[in-house]
């Protein structure tokens, strides 16, 4: 299967501060990312998407950057807030397949 | 703002019991899904179908089973409940078949097997 990961499972930040949740996917073939956010008791909810004709998309308070020279995505999120503590998780699908990989998961905890 | 509602938030039942899951989605999407989400393993595909009686088997289909007599609607079928599929179930749904636009989720259905 495919294997999407992040690189550290726990982030604690200041608020105010700007977080940095990274993500490595493995699928050369993969075209389409998406990051989540994930609150207690809660769905994954839908924070932002980036194609691999891009390299940096922004919405707001957070930007994607992809790299795929080295297969790597990152979400940055600007300011954070007490209300961003969640777990954050990315995906990776394609124009040709119909399902996505999910990575684990990173727990951001945004200390007031 | 697209809607994804599973009847229960949690669930309890007994081993050996049938156990059905419900899912409804309001944006007339062709693409459904069930997961399930256990802690350091992140979402893993069950089953998906991308249309009205449509289904194919994810990565760990075996136990379970599903339903799609309707478009808006997508179950998920516990033959035979065990307490290793004690779990949480997610739904999802997408407008296209292909995995190249976001897929919008429930809030999840936490299930006990006893």
């Known amino acids: 299967g495919e294997s999407v990961g992040l690189h550290l499972p726990t982030l604690s930040v200041q608020e105010g501060d700007n977080s940095i949740i990274n993500c490595a996917y493995s699928n050369s073939a993969s075209d389409y990312f998406i990051w989540y956010k994930q609150e207690s008791g809660k769905g994954p909810q839908f924070i932002i998407d980036?194609?691999?004709?891009?390299d940096k998309r922004q919405g707001q308070r957070v930007t994607v950057l992809l790299n795929k020279t080295v297969k790597h995505l990152s979400l940055q999120i600007a300011a954070t807030q007490p209300g961003d503590s969640a777990v954050y998780f990315c995906a990776e699908g394609s124009n040709t397949g119909n399902q996505f990989y999910f990575g684990t998961g990173t727990s951001l905890t945004v200390i007031p | 703002d697209v809607k994804v509602t599973q009847s229960s938030r949690y669930l309890v039942k007994r081993t050996g019991e049938k156990v059905f899951l419900e899912c409804v989605q309001d944006m007339d999407h062709e693409n459904m899904f069930w997961y399930r989400q256990d802690p350091g393993l992140g979402l893993r595909l069950i089953y998906f179908s991308y249309d009205v009686k449509m289904k194919e088997k994810g990565d760990i289909p075996e136990g379970y089973s599903v339903s799609r007599e309707k478009k808006e609607r997508f179950s998920l079928i516990l033959e035979s409940a065990s307490t290793n599929q004690t779990s949480m179930y997610l739904c999802a749904s997408s407008l296209y078949r292909f995995s190249n636009q976001p897929q919008h989720f429930g809030d999840g259905t936490r299930l006990s097997i006893l």
């Open positions: 980036i194609r691999s004709n891009m």
